[in-house]
């Protein structure tokens, strides 16, 4: 529609351009003919009067002299008149003065037209000069000088008519003015035109913009309606068979994916049992040797029973794991709020850890000591997993656990030295059944969901868990939570990457260290 209007105005503009050039000319040419011919006739008629006259004394002159004014007055339709004798004569006593009813057509006399007429080459002469009209404003005129022989060798003298252009340019305007209003109405009318012409052509894309935008919020059911055009509607079929066949993907996925969380579920429910079963014929193995007078077991009967009671261990924490997986995804995750100190469960959970670490951990409370409304049982365990991951990737180096708060938050962050990881590595930190390095020994064991638990744990509370980490300088794993539930944005206390770090601007960690968003990550 812009392009249209640009190039019908800039058409319209040439064309009105053209027009009111050819008129005006047309308009001048016509009343510059107009004014010759009226001034021609009033040339011969002052001329023939003059023929006619035997005037031979000053007086008899004068009077001759102002009846050829007159003549020419009322021959002619413009009433500014000079009459002046050539320069450059004899002078001559008797000669009649100049005459003039226009001092304004005086002024408006070049020397050009005064040096034309004398050379009389051509029997009139015009030019167009400005006059002046009644108020004194400027308005067009055309000057026209012819020469009249007066009797008795009296001399020959100049007349000088002068014609104002002012109908003309009365009649130009209102010619301006017509064709201006006429452009905007075509302007309108063609911008008009073009809007409905837009809105008919381009419906179907439009409709087709809005089928795929609400398919693509979500809305299943859109399909793109039919325009009664044959290309459209090929295209409207095909879309909506497109549509159709993503909408049935998506519900077999759908029912795979409930089909496999079901399956979970059940799985680890029926594995309880004999599981159970095991870890007590586990414990009966386990009886006899305990007591006194109990069978003495060889080294490595001893070392199968203390095999098969860690085994079944974390065969237990894997079905616990996998639960509270499917239950995230099913939805039906419920959080038990109490008033909690995170400064004593931080510590609680070190203290249970310590003795895996050889004692090199260190809790820094420097805030945080007013109790929050969280689930005691989920912060425990996101932060007993955090500090357990320090323990196993930190390289028996010092790990330092920091509790601190704002007005709007508390954040706990987990700060190792160990062999970190590459921007890709952190990227699937949080993912289930991730490991950065499945081939290094694992001292604490683990089912690789522990990190994606305890994101879930994070989420549900209304808080985020994030990482930073970089090969050779270790890692930082930092929970924030709000002080409120229902709070949209906060900053977290602690930034993320650590301030014993030189800061990397092509890290994306670096960009947001030390804000936490709900709407981010």
Same mark, same amino acid.
Not at 61 to 75: C, E, F, I, K, Y
Not at 175 to 180: K, M, P, S
Not at 230 to 242: K, P, T, V
Not at 478 to 487: I, M
């Given at each position: ?40 006739? *009033? ?43 050539? &320069? ?12 003039? !009813? ?69 009649? $130009? ?33 439009? *409709? ?65 049992? &004999? ?9 009966? $193995? ?47 995750? !419920?959080?038990?709020?109490?008033? !909690? ?138 929970? !924030? ?31 947001? *260290? ?8």
């Amino acid at each position: 529609m812009t392009y249209t209007g640009l190039i019908t105005g800039v058409m319209i503009l040439i064309s009105g351009t053209y027009i009111l050039t050819s008129i005006g000319d047309d308009l001048y040419s016509s009343r510059r003919d107009q004014v010759l011919q009226d001034a021609a006739r *009033a040339t011969l008629a002052a001329q023939s009067q003059l023929d006619g006259s035997d005037a031979a004394d000053r007086s008899a002159l004068s009077s001759l002299a102002n009846s050829v004014r007159a003549t020419v007055g009322d021959t002619t339709s413009s009433q500014m008149i000079y009459v002046r004798r050539q &320069p450059h004569q004899p002078p001559l006593a008797d000669a009649p003065l100049d005459s003039n !009813t226009s001092p304004d057509l005086v002024n408006a006399i070049t020397a050009e037209l005064s040096d034309a007429v004398m050379s009389r080459k051509q029997l009139q002469y015009w030019q167009a000069v400005t006059l002046h009209s009644a108020n004194g404003d400027p308005v067009p005129g055309i000057v026209v000088a012819s020469t009249l022989t007066f009797p008795s060798g009296t001399g020959t003298y100049d007349l000088f008519i002068g014609y104002s252009l002012a109908d003309t340019q009365r009649t $130009l305007g209102f010619i301006q003015r017509t064709l201006a209003l006429t452009a905007l109405i075509l302007m309108l009318l063609i911008g008009a035109l073009v809007w409905i012409i837009a809105r008919i052509v381009f419906r179907p894309i439009r *409709a087709a913009a809005d089928a795929s935008r609400r398919l693509a919020a979500g809305e299943s059911r859109a399909r793109m309606p039919l325009q009664n055009d044959e290309h459209f509607d090929e295209l409207s079929a095909n879309f909506n068979d497109m549509a159709d066949t993503l909408q049935a993907r998506i519900d077999e996925l759908d029912q795979v994916s409930e089909m496999q969380q079901r399956f979970v579920s059940d799985v680890s429910h029926e594995l309880r049992t &004999p599981l159970t079963t095991i870890r007590l014929a586990s414990e009966v $193995l386990q009886a006899p040797t305990a007591a006194p007078d109990g069978p003495e077991l060889t080294g490595s009967q001893q070392r199968a029973l203390e095999v098969l009671g860690n085994q079944v261990e974390r065969f237990e924490q894997l079905l616990g794991d996998l639960l509270e997986i499917s239950r995230y995804d099913a939805g039906r995750i !419920t959080i038990e709020t109490e008033p !909690t100190n995170l400064v004593s469960l931080t510590r609680e959970v070190v203290d249970g850890l310590q003795s895996l670490s050889h004692g090199l951990i260190e809790v820094r409370a420097i805030g945080g000591y007013s109790p929050i409304e969280v689930d005691p049982r989920r912060i425990r365990r996101i932060v007993s997993n955090l500090v357990g991951n320090a323990i196993e990737h930190g390289e028996r180096k010092a790990i330092v656990v920091t509790i601190d708060s704002n007005a709007a938050a508390v954040a706990i962050s987990v700060r190792d030295w160990g062999i970190g990881m590459n921007a890709e590595d952190v990227a699937h930190a949080f993912d289930r059944f991730w490991r950065a390095d499945p081939s290094r020994k694992r001292t604490l064991g683990g089912t690789g969901l522990g990190l994606a638990i305890a994101r879930e744990d994070a989420a549900v509370h209304g808080g985020l868990l994030e990482a930073w980490s970089r090969p050779g300088e270790g890692s930082n794993f930092r929970l !924030t939570l709000p002080r409120r539930e229902g709070t949209a944005s906060f900053v977290s206390p602690i930034p993320l990457v650590p301030d014993d770090v030189v800061p990397d601007a092509g890290d994306p960690q670096v960009t947001g *260290a030390g804000c936490a968003d709900r709407s981010v990550g």
